[in-house]
């Protein structure tokens, strides 16, 4: 079977032909004079060009062309489209619409967000409104924070995150991020994982640029809730992969770690990409108390230039008893991705152990 055969289909693929299809169908149910064929004719037209992204906002503009009605009126015909279509992503192309065209309706097309989000998200389409008026979309958001559905309250973190992935940087946001802060605190122990981890990764986004603030505002607070614990761990995730003395300190582990690596390796010494290298090593306490350790371990890429790029991976946390002792283990493909390519050369690899390097090897990529 060829590599052709097994690959996965392309994301954009979401926003297929029987998907438009889908769309259309499920719009006729809920309005019947819904024109499908010029709405299939639009969405259509270049559609193999185009990203998944793409793909989402022809949706809904192909919508928006076809539907022969006022803003509120397309809104009544979107709010009852939305349970009936059959993905997440996809739904997501009725926030895009209340973005592109809701502009002047702040209040209904804020509802209209808060509504569809429920059945995917809208935290691509909220930052529209708050670029344009980031006090009001705030201060509703706030309000949101203590809503009874998870999905609102997600959005009001997720959407207001600085660096959201596939999003424009909210450069007001990211510069004082005092503004979001309110949010951020009434969501700090939320009981929903969905939550909780939009919560960390807004943090951790801000320690990009703030680190200090993250640090002061996660060591004000109490750890003691293991909701508010976790999502400290995951915002600080960043920092402790740099070793940052105050991140390590925060999660029990900013004491230099009283051990000894034995034996490690990296086998085999020479890949081609596709092959697995592993890592393998035993930690080994050398005093009488319990330590509490972050391994994590880093590759230097070559890169096309001769130079090297660092990437930190998280290996293992650990509760190692006194003069005890634990074999760690990790493989890794060596494979190409969109944000990282492989050339040929020796990549070094270093193991850290709060924050510090007690171990090297390295690893060969053949052309």
Request: glycine letters at 4%.
């Amino acid at each position: 079977m060829s590599t052709t055969d097994t690959a996965a289909p392309a994301l954009k693929e979401i926003f297929n032909a029987e998907r438009l299809q889908h769309i259309a169908t499920e719009t006729a149910a809920v309005y019947p004079a819904f024109k499908t064929e010029a709405f299939l004719k639009h969405a259509s037209h270049g559609l193999a060009e185009l990203s998944v992204m793409q793909r989402m906002a022809r949706v809904a503009e192909s919508l928006h062309a076809v539907l022969p009605l006022n803003y509120e009126d397309s809104l009544d015909v979107l709010r009852a489209l939305a349970p009936r279509l059959n993905s997440g992503f996809v739904s997501m192309c009725l926030p895009h619409y209340v973005a592109s065209y809701g502009g002047h309706a702040f209040e209904t097309s804020m509802q209209a967000l808060k509504y569809f989000t429920t059945f995917g998200s809208s935290e691509f389409a909220i930052r529209h409104f708050l670029r344009t008026d980031l006090e009001r979309s705030l201060e509703l958001m706030h309000d949101w924070t203590r809503d009874e559905n998870h999905h609102v309250r997600r959005l009001a973190s997720e959407g207001s995150r600085p660096r959201l992935p596939w999003s424009f940087r909210l450069e007001t946001v990211q510069a004082n991020p005092q503004l979001a802060a309110g949010i951020l605190d009434r969501l700090k122990a939320d009981e929903s994982l969905y939550v909780r981890k939009s919560v960390a990764n807004h943090l951790n986004d801000v320690t990009k640029v703030h680190p200090a603030w993250v640090l002061n505002a996660v060591e004000g607070w109490s750890l003691e809730n293991r909701h508010t614990a976790w999502i400290a761990r995951h915002a600080l995730r960043s920092l402790i992969k740099q070793g940052d003395l105050r991140a390590l300190t925060v999660i029990g582990a900013g004491a230099k770690a009283e051990v000894q690596l034995l034996d490690f390796t990296v086998t085999p010494t020479a890949v081609r990409l596709g092959e697995t290298i592993t890592l393998s090593f035993t930690v080994k306490s050398m005093v009488a108390h319990e330590q509490k350790l972050v391994i994590d371990y880093a590759i230097d890429y070559v890169k096309a230039n001769g130079s090297v790029s660092r990437k930190v991976f998280k290996l293992k946390t650990l509760a190692l008893l006194g003069y005890g002792e634990e074999r760690v283990k990790r493989s890794q493909q060596i494979k190409d991705f969109t944000t990282r390519k492989h050339f040929a050369g020796r990549h070094a690899v270093q193991v850290m152990v709060n924050g510090e390097v007690l171990a090297n090897a390295a690893f060969s990529v053949l052309t």
